[in-house]
């Protein structure tokens, strides 16, 4: 059975796929790499199939690991987070307009799609805070009013404010939703933009210093 991680083909004791993701796992880790993706055979297993046991047990021609450097990643994903977020802005400003219409069905579709960005963007910080290792509850970032607040009360105030929308929707009030979606909502994407681009600056800062150490030691 041939395994690679990443390009490299890597001498270890394998009789079973379990037993080749298990091996190059353990080197991914040892050279601080994230694991991206699992090919077996050319094909990628999921999560559900790297834990089945009988497909660990099978036996494969190839089993190759791709990895990534875990601040990339994590830096990247805030990035995408923040450009998703100019997007739910747009959902959210032409669902105003809707709703001021009279054109509720067409807005409720936008809401929802506006909705599930931000449901993605609080699980990009979650765990990209976790794989970074930034503590939520004391790393501070802008708040509502320009003050610095934990990143953990920051996520908080934006519940509430999502909340708010959902009030209106349940009440059936559109003219105040309208002027949550326009006038309100805005400041909260403009606020959360700032919060990635800092995340995303924590965790280059941490990179860059990790890696100059590991020189120092170097030497």
Known sequence: MRVLLD???????????????????????????LIVEVLVDGTSW???QIDD???RASVAREVKLTTADPS?????????ASLA????DELQQAA????QA???REAMGKLTQAFGIWSSVQQAVEMGTQLAEIPMNSFTVPGEGGQRIALDKVIIQLHARLNQVRSSLQSGDTAALADILLYELPTVVHQWRGVLDELQAAVHHAA????ATAVRKDR
């Open 7 to 33: 390009q490299s083909v890597c001498d270890v004791p394998a009789d079973t796929v379990g037993q080749a993701i298990d091996a190059i796992s353990h080197l991914a880790r040892q050279r601080g790499r």
């Open 85 to 88: 977020l100019r997007d739910a």
């Open 72 to 80: 990339e990643l994590i830096g990247q994903t805030f990035q995408d």
């Open 208 to 211: 860059k210093s990790a890696s």
């Open 102 to 104: 009279g054109q509720t």
């Open 53 to 55: 046991q009988a497909g």
């Open 96 to 99: 105003a307009g809707q709703l």
């Open 46 to 48: 999921n999560a559900q």
